[in-house]
């Protein structure tokens, strides 16, 4: 029962955040959890552990006498997320092509080939899940808890915007072009060349994000209540 209820928790955020991030649910706007549950069909407990997801990732607010608001993403904000993902994983590419296995690099390549296929395939969800381990292999790969732990729960804010601009299957092709020469420098145990490639991935991973959005929410919108 936790498990399915884990479960409908993470599905409601994903849905809410994809949302969010299209622009459908507006700044300010009021998410209303018995509303929420309604809509879902559940009960009022996953829909609290899907805003408490979105409000760990810092897409929704907890005001008080207001409840739960859809949080301002600014083009700063998006900026900041990607400078500071691109400097954890810069470190953590560094050190996996200095301390990663054999074994863990052979795994490493393998999923890039994999990657290769599935991108050829057009299979965006199973792109998205694979980049995702992808990641978190040069994550494991860097041989400190700290840096892991950091990695992680930057990736978990960003992951939202991550899907949003892997959607697009230029973007995609342009990923796996950067993730090639994250590859070859693990594998030539370059670390300053792993690093390297990792910060330039997340600055174009930024710009395919920043592309189609708008400046800034300039206008002041009435709040409204998600339903």
């Known amino acids: 029962m936790t498990r399915q209820r884990d479960v409908l928790g993470q599905t409601i955020a994903m849905k809410l955040e994809a949302a969010i991030i299209a ?15 309604d809509r879902y069909a559940v009960s009022r407990t996953p829909v609290r552990e899907a805003l408490q997801i979105l409000v760990s990732r810092a897409l929704v607010t907890r005001i008080p006498f207001r409840g739960t608001v859809v949080s301002e993403i600014t083009r700063d904000r998006i900026n900041e997320l ?5 400097e954890v994983e810069a470190l953590c590419g560094r050190f996996a092509a200095e301390r990663m296995r054999m074994e863990e690099r052979a795994r490493l390549e393998t999923l890039h080939e994999d990657m290769g296929q599935i991108m050829a395939a057009q299979e965006i969800v199973a792109y998205e ?56 420098a693990v594998m030539q145990r370059n670390g300053a060349a792993a690093e390297k490639a990792l910060r330039r991935h997340l ?14 929410a300039a206008v002041s919108r009435k709040p409204t209540t998600a339903s």
């Open 82 to 86: 990607f400078e500071a993902m691109g």
């Open 129 to 184: 899940q694979a980049n995702t381990e992808f990641h978190q292999l040069i994550y494991e790969g860097a041989r400190n808890s700290e840096f892991h732990a950091m990695a992680e729960a930057m990736r978990l804010k960003l992951a939202p915007f991550r899907r949003r601009q892997l959607a697009d299957e230029t973007r995609i092709a342009r990923s796996h072009r950067e993730h090639t020469r994250i590859v070859e």
């Open 23 to 37: 622009g459908e649910l507006e700044a300010g706007t009021r998410l209303d959890e018995m509303s929420l549950a």
């Open 203 to 216: 600055t174009s991973a930024a710009k395919a994000m920043l592309l189609h959005w708008p400046d800034e």
